[in-house]
Every structure is written in C-alpha cells, then in structure tokens.
C-alpha cells in the first residue's frame, strides 16, 4: 500500500478556534490505487488532483456508488459547492422530461412516498417506533428535497426556496408547470 501524501495547509486562519476553521480533510490512498478525501462525514473520490492551482475534482462516494456506477460524475470542489452534471436539470420548457426523470430517481433513491405524501406530524405521545419512523421519513424528504434542489435552475429555485418539504416543492413546480401541459394538449 502506498503511503499518504501529504499537503501543505491550503486554508487560511489555521490560528483561529477548532469551531471556526473550515473542516478538517485528509487525503488517503484507497485499495492503493485510488485517492479518497475524508473530510466530515462524507467522502469524497479524487478523480484529478492539481496541486499548483489547488483545485481537486471529486464525486461523493455515496452518491458515485449509490447513483452513479456507471455514470462519470464530475464534482468540482470550490469550498462548500459541488456540481452534479448528470442530474436532469429544470429550465422551464422541459418540465413534462424532466418530471418523468425525477419521477425514476425518487425511485431509486426510495423517496417517492414523502414526495408525493409528504410527512404526517407525530401523534401526542409517539412510541419509539413511531419515533424511529418518523426520524428515517424526516431524512428521505431531506434527501428528497436536495435532489429537487439539485435539479432545478436558479429561476425554477427561486419559485421553490422557502418550500421546507419536498412534497411543497414538488407541488409548487408541478402547479407551475401544469399549464403548459393543458396548453400543448389543447394545442394538439
């Protein structure tokens, strides 16, 4: 196995408190051949490392094992911001494919109950069970409502930003958009 490189610190303030720096990361060798980023909780596989512009090109394990085996995803790590280049992307004049592609990815990623149920509250007095339930619907409609997020452009976000469920924003775009299916029907 290859030994871990190592890399002089590229943040700036590394004086200031633990709480106040960015997040710690460092930078393995997986199965000795290829790199892996640790930083937090998520990891991150290296796909092109340049250390004079320190820039990395990364994909999300989870996602690149999950979604994306055979799909190259190009990630670009600029701070906080990732770029998903083959999620379908809403632009307004492809809601009928882009919805019918949403539509498989909720599948896939098992969210379509809370997409088009949304959550129902907690009873008064919930028992462990309900609570454990209800804790996994919470994080599918998370995860829900970060696809959608990821699959919209910056007008189609902007009609959906204060949605807190994905079933608000499935809602809100599917409002949106309905007209224009009527329009094409009526137009046939």
Same mark, same amino acid.
């Given at each position: 196995?290859?030994?871990?490189?190592?890399?002089?610190?590229?943040?700036?303030?590394?004086?200031?408190?633990?709480?106040?720096?960015?997040?710690?990361?460092?930078?393995?060798?997986?199965?000795?051949?290829?790199?892996?980023?640790?930083?937090?909780?998520?990891?991150?596989?290296?796909?092109?490392?340049?250390?004079?512009?320190?820039?990395?090109?990364?994909?999300?394990?989870?996602?690149?094992?999950?979604?994306?085996?055979?799909?190259?995803?190009?990630?670009?790590? &600029?701070?906080?911001?990732? #770029? =998903? *280049?083959?999620?379908?992307? $809403? /632009?307004?004049?492809?809601?009928?494919?882009?919805?019918?592609?949403?539509?498989?990815?909720?599948?896939?990623?098992?969210?379509?109950?809370?997409?088009?149920?949304?959550?129902?509250?907690?009873?008064?007095?919930?028992?462990?069970?309900?609570?454990?339930?209800?804790?996994?619907?919470?994080?599918?409609?998370?995860?829900?409502?970060?696809?959608?997020?990821?699959?919209?452009?910056?007008?189609?976000?902007?009609?959906?930003?204060?949605?807190?469920?994905?079933?608000?924003?499935? &809602?809100?775009?599917?409002? #949106? =958009? *309905?007209?224009?299916?009527? $329009? /094409?029907?009526?137009?046939?």
């Amino acid at each position: 196995m290859a030994p871990s490189p190592t890399f002089p610190t590229l943040f700036i303030g590394d004086d200031r408190p633990s709480f106040c720096r960015p997040p710690q990361f460092h930078l393995n060798y997986q199965n000795g051949i290829v790199p892996e980023l640790i930083m937090s909780s998520v990891s991150y596989r290296v796909i092109h490392l340049n250390s004079e512009a320190h820039t990395l090109n990364l994909a999300r394990l989870d996602l690149w094992n999950e979604t994306c085996t055979d799909v190259y995803i190009n990630s670009t790590f &600029d701070g906080p911001i990732f #770029s =998903y *280049a083959s999620m379908p992307i $809403l /632009k307004g004049k492809n809601y009928d494919d882009w919805c019918a592609q949403m539509k498989v990815i909720f599948r896939f990623q098992d969210v379509t109950e809370v997409v088009q149920e949304g959550v129902q509250e907690l009873d008064r007095n919930p028992t462990d069970a309900q609570k454990v339930a209800h804790r996994d619907l919470m994080k599918r409609d998370a995860k829900a409502l970060f696809i959608i997020h990821q699959c919209v452009d910056a007008d189609n976000f902007q009609k959906i930003r204060s949605a807190d469920t994905a079933k608000k924003a499935w &809602d809100t775009l599917e409002k #949106s =958009y *309905a007209g224009d299916s009527k $329009l /094409k029907k009526v137009k046939l």
